[in-house]
């Protein structure tokens, strides 16, 4: 278990051979962690007796903590509370039984029945502890949510930001959550809805955004690029940064630089948008069979198929002055005055301005790099990264597929994703908390960090694509080191009819895996395929 955070009264700091922890909850200024066994640990501020766990309790399945009190569910269906000794917020309803969940924040507790019903309790100054068929609930600082069985959602208490004004037609529901003045709810398709306060965009991504496939981040603005390859942008909008232009499609990448954007198209050509103070969007006009682009502060990189690099826009350091003789690149990254290419032997040239220019001798396999404000980043081959310029790595990280690095500040920040899906954050800039993942964080696929922020997409085990080649079909799909995959096929989706493909379990490491069907197309018969994972 990790927690970070304020820890003014040592909330942050998990009691020494803590562990088998299935569940943690977090009050106002203290922590709780359920652990395998039953029973529960609670660290942090004591004033109400919200850390003293009451003698001999065991057998409980959940737990929720409010401000300054906690709350457990025992496996027999009834409800405990401690701290705030004979305050409303702990005195549970009497008779109360059948429990499934319990949610609690602030100073209100919901408890969700087995026949679908919401018992409530505690501070009611809005309305927030008081319906049938619900599966799921959720608190808020001062509202409440349930879902219902047939995916609706129904919100109520305090409403001065819109938290519980349900958008009109929100159906299809399968999670909903609540944060202090806003609500979010996750649809059966992935894609997520926000409403209520909005003032630091906690609700504005979601509505838009849908399945991404690639995304960057600038120093204020984001871009996504969708799974039918638009762009979404949003923050700061300036210079026009976070607006696409109107029509523009068919994108698989972008690059995000301190105030200008880029896009670059399936057939590859480039476009440019947002401030062009040092000719920034001003995209060569004859720049085509682009591969990959990167953008740094006010500069920005293309690379071609044939292994070349094009560079445009400030070069004030002699960023623009491609080295003679780079031919060979697969990779590209800016940094803020300086850039870096991985060439096809493994190994990386730079050029501009800092020591961050300074390749360390004998570098090789390398298969990634990342380019910050003031230091370097190389993924090699084996799973480790290699710093230069004014950097640190935390000891022991490893397993890495995937890296990235922050243009945003004097020092900035690093991102890196593991093989088994999950990431590993760090530098010298921590002021706007962009080394703090969030908890449960995996199955990420990829990573991008940029000014004060770092974003990651998520994938769902599925196959991803399928392509025909002769009488096979290939199957394509993203692993995760620890866990076995294995493709299977039906000819109706009925239970049973499912068959295992001869050769068709893979171990995960962390990359794309292919499955080959040899038999897809020798018959009249169509195939539905589907993909389980299990540790190995």
């Given at each position: 278990m990790i927690a970070w955070g304020d820890n003014l009264y040592l909330q942050a700091l998990v009691p020494p051979g803590l562990s088998n922890v299935i569940a943690v909850a977090a009050g106002q200024q203290h922590s709780l962690a359920l652990r395998s066994d039953g029973t529960t640990v609670a660290w942090g501020r004591n004033n109400y007796g919200q850390t003293t766990v009451p003698a001999g309790l065991s057998n409980l399945v959940a737990i929720a903590a409010g401000n300054?009190?906690?709350?457990?569910?025992?496996?027999?269906?009834?409800?405990?509370?401690?701290?705030?000794?004979?305050?409303?917020?702990?005195?549970?309803?009497?008779?109360?039984s059948n429990v499934v969940a319990i949610a609690s924040k602030g100073n209100h507790t919901l408890a969700l029945k087995n026949d679908g019903t919401v018992v409530g309790w505690g501070f009611n100054t809005y309305g927030q502890t008081g319906l049938s068929n619900v599966v799921a609930i959720a608190a808020g600082l001062s509202h409440s949510m349930a879902l219902r069985n047939d995916g609706t959602v129904?919100?109520?208490?305090?409403?001065?930001?819109?938290?519980t004004n349900v958008p009109v037609g929100l159906s299809n529901i399968v999670a909903i959550s609540g944060g202090v003045d806003h609500s979010l709810a996750l649809r059966n398709d992935g894609t997520l809805t926000g409403w209520g306060d909005n003032r630091y965009a906690q609700t504005t991504a979601p509505h838009?955004?849908?399945?991404?496939?690639?995304?960057?981040?600038?120093?204020?603005?984001?871009?996504?690029?969708?799974?039918?390859?638009?762009?979404?942008?949003?923050?700061?909008?300036?210079?026009?940064?976070?607006?696409?232009?109107?029509?523009?499609?068919?994108?698989?990448?972008?690059?995000?630089?301190?105030?200008?954007?880029?896009?670059?198209?399936?057939?590859?050509?480039?476009?440019?948008?947002?401030?062009?103070?040092?000719?920034?969007?001003?995209?060569?006009?004859?720049?085509?069979?682009?591969?990959?682009?990167?953008?740094?502060?006010?500069h920005c990189l293309a690379l071609r198929t044939n292994?070349?690099?094009?560079?445009?826009?400030?070069?004030?350091?002699?960023?623009?002055?491609?080295?003679?003789?780079?031919?060979?690149?697969?990779?590209?990254?800016?940094?803020?005055?300086?850039?870096?290419?991985?060439?096809?032997?493994?190994?990386?040239?730079?050029?501009?301005?800092?020591?961050?220019?300074?390749?360390?001798a004998g570098l090789s396999n390398v298969v990634a790099i990342a380019a910050g404000y003031i230091h370097s980043l190389a993924l090699q081959q084996n799973g480790t990264v290699v710093k230069w310029g004014d950097a640190f790595i935390?000891?022991?990280?490893?397993?890495f597929v995937a890296i990235a690095t922050a243009v945003g500040s004097s020092h900035g920040h690093n991102v890196a994703l593991k093989n088994d899906g999950t990431v590993a954050a760090w530098g010298w800039d921590t002021s706007h908390a962009q080394t703090n993942l969030p908890a449960g964080l995996n199955n990420v696929v990829t990573i991008a960090a940029g000014g004060y922020r770092s974003l990651a997409i998520t994938a769902k085990l599925r196959i991803s694509s399928v392509e025909s080649s002769g009488q096979n079909q290939l199957l394509h799909f993203r692993t995760f080191s620890g866990q076995l995959y294995t493709v299977e096929y039906?000819?109706?989706?009925?239970?049973?009819?499912w068959?295992?493909?001869?050769?068709?379990?893979?171990?995960?490491?962390?990359?794309?895996?292919?499955?080959?069907?040899?038999?897809?197309?020798?018959?009249?018969?169509?195939?539905?395929?589907?993909?389980?994972?299990?540790?190995?």
């Open positions: 300054s009190y906690c709350v457990g569910l025992r496996d027999d269906g009834t409800v405990i509370t401690w701290g705030l000794p004979g305050s409303i917020q702990t005195t549970v309803p009497p008779g109360l129904v919100a109520w208490g305090r409403n001065n930001f819109g938290q838009v955004l849908g399945r991404c496939i690639a995304v960057a981040v600038g120093l204020g603005h984001n871009l996504a690029v969708k799974n039918d390859g638009t762009v979404v942008g949003w923050g700061d909008d300036t210079f026009g940064q976070a607006t696409p232009p109107v029509a523009l499609s068919n994108v698989v990448a972008v690059a995000a630089g301190w105030s200008n954007s880029l896009a670059l198209r399936g057939d590859g050509t480039v476009v440019g948008w947002g401030n062009n103070s040092y000719g920034q969007t001003n995209v060569p006009a004859d720049l085509a069979d682009v591969v990959a682009i990167s953008a740094g502060p006010f292994g070349s690099v094009v560079a445009w826009g400030d070069n004030g350091s002699g960023q623009t002055n491609v080295p003679i003789g780079v031919t060979d690149a697969i990779a590209i990254a800016a940094g803020s005055q300086y850039n870096l290419a991985l060439r096809s032997g493994g190994t990386v040239i730079a050029w501009g301005s800092g020591s961050q220019t300074n390749v360390p935390p000891a022991g990280l490893s397993n039906s000819p109706d989706l009925t239970p049973g009819s068959t295992e493909l001869p050769g068709g379990s893979v171990p995960g490491d962390g990359y794309d895996a292919t499955v080959v069907d040899t038999n897809a197309l020798s018959g009249a018969q169509k195939r539905f395929y589907r993909t389980k994972a299990s540790p190995p």
